[in-house]
Structures are given as C-alpha cells and as structure tokens.
Nanobody
C-alpha cells in the first residue's frame, strides 16, 4: 500500500505561484501514472492534471492548461505541480493520486476512478 503526502500549499495573491509536491512512501510509484485533483468547498472534485509513469505523457484540464505544469522525479518517488498565474478560482484543496494499474503510457482518458491511492490534500488559497 502506498502512502501519498502532499505539501507546498498556502496563501498566495492572484498572479503568484506555488509548487506542490506529492511524496510517496510504502512502495515505489515509478511504474504508475499519477495525477492531481482539486476540490473547492461545495463543489465536486475536479481533475487538474495527470502524468504517465515515465513522465513522457501529460494531460491538463482546460482551466489550468498553460499555467500549471505537472512533473515527476521517479528517483525521489515524488510528483510535482508547478502553478503559475494563479487565480482566485484556483482556490481549493489539492490532492495527489496514483493509478490503480502500472505502465499506463497515455493519461488523457483517466478519471478519478482509475486512481486507487490518494493523499490527504494540501490547501491552496488565492486572494484577489
């Protein structure tokens, strides 16, 4: 069983940047696609970005495309989300997740049910 721990959230002004990290422990996630989701109060969980096991394929929600960058360092068993040009509507709890099955090379059609391990989340608040 893998444990995922997010960090890097906080309060930032609109237009600012944050870098989220997702550290995995318990087993390696280097052969698993991973993703970021977010959930704002009163709203449903929303897909943000996903990355294949090798890092060679990524996919973004339209709302963050061009502003957020997902990456991973398999040697460190860690995934990242660089968030630039943040907007108040980006305010949410951000959660990382690991794919249920290994060696997925394309991530464009993943949804939340494809992910079997989840972190506890880190809060991102963007002030206007």
């Amino acid at each position: 069983q893998v444990q995922l721990v997010e960090s890097g959230g906080g309060l930032v002004q609109a237009g600012g940047s944050l870098r989220l990290s997702c550290a995995a422990s318990g087993r390696t996630v280097s052969s698993y696609a991973m993703g970021w989701f977010r959930q704002a109060p009163g709203k449903e969980r929303e897909f943000v970005a996903a990355i294949s096991w090798s890092g060679g394929n990524t996919y973004y929600a339209d709302s963050v495309k061009g502003r957020f960058t997902i990456s991973r360092n398999n040697a460190k068993n860690t995934m990242y989300l660089q968030m630039n040009s943040l907007k108040p509507e980006d305010t949410a709890g951000y959660y990382c997740a690991a794919d249920r099955r290994p060696w997925r090379s394309t991530v464009g059609e993943l949804n939340a049910t494809d992910f079997g391990s989840w972190g506890q989340g880190t809060q991102v608040t963007v002030s206007s």
